[in-house]
């Protein structure tokens, strides 16, 4: 099984490597441009900004599609579910073409606003040791990359998100990456986390509005949800995404 490298670099950078950009495509992918003068009118071949890292990746090596456990076999963390596919592309400034064997990290807070491998540098907890809501896959023949979850929590000073980095080459001794982060649409998430287990944490104060980092180009990185049919959730109540990225460049 192929691993992702280490990724040495400051967890907190507000621009990292990108996805073997060269010259013009690089200024494009990491100001957030994707003008239709950019790229194609191909569905699904969107660029989308970069965002910061943030201070809770991990390293954690879990090939898994479903990443709401701590472990294997656990018990899954307790939450709204949502299925989530990203599809990566690859812009050459001409077409569109599917980006096979590239790993899609995701990391995310539970419920409480809580990530899993980390000592909170706020106090707030510490989780080292543990494991959920972590995970990669590797993209298919078609570039795409599934994944279970649950709908994030939230805490304090940022709106409700959720992070994900994408390697293509991840034998590589030096890992270029591409990181950024998700966002839900405000009114949706109000009438979820009205709801266990999420109400127990209180109302949330960090609207997308107000988040400084959802300002640098957060509105292209809103996921489109739909109802999904899964029947052993809350009420029934279950959310599916497909979330589509076109990195621009060669990548040679």
Not at 62 to 87: C, N, Q, Y
Not at 147 to 152: C, D, E, M, R, S
Request: net charge positive; glycine share 12%; charged share 25%.
């Amino acid at each position: 099984m192929t691993r992702p490298p280490q990724d040495r670099t400051p967890c907190c950078q507000t621009r990292r490597a990108l996805l073997g950009l060269i010259g013009t495509g690089l200024s494009s992918l990491a100001t957030g441009v994707g003008t239709a003068a950019q790229a194609p009118r191909t569905p699904g071949c969107i660029v989308r900004p970069e965002q910061m890292e943030g201070p809770y990746f991990v390293e954690a090596r879990l090939r898994r599609s479903d990443i709401r456990a701590e472990r294997v076999g656990g018990a899954p963390k307790p939450g709204v579910p949502l299925h989530l596919t990203f599809r990566v592309l690859r812009f050459d400034g001409r077409r569109c073409t599917a980006v096979p064997g590239a790993v899609v990290d995701v990391w995310q807070c539970d419920a409480r606003g809580v990530y899993s491998g980390v000592r909170d540098f706020a106090g707030r907890f510490d989780t080292r040791g543990e494991q959920f809501l972590r995970g990669y896959q590797m993209t298919d023949a078609e570039g795409l990359a599934r994944f279970v979850t649950i709908y994030p929590g939230w805490y304090p000073g940022r709106a409700v998100h959720l992070h994900f980095k994408i390697r293509t080459e991840p034998g590589a001794a030096r890992g270029e990456a591409f990181t950024s982060q998700l966002y839900f649409d405000d009114a949706l998430t109000d009438r979820i986390h009205s709801r266990p287990p999420y109400r127990r944490e209180g109302v949330r104060r960090t609207r997308n509005a107000d988040d400084g980092i959802f300002q640098a180009g957060g509105e292209k990185l809103i996921l489109n949800l739909t109802r999904s049919g899964e029947s052993a959730s809350q009420a029934g109540e279950a959310y599916a995404a497909i979330f589509d990225i076109a990195l621009s460049g060669s990548g040679a």
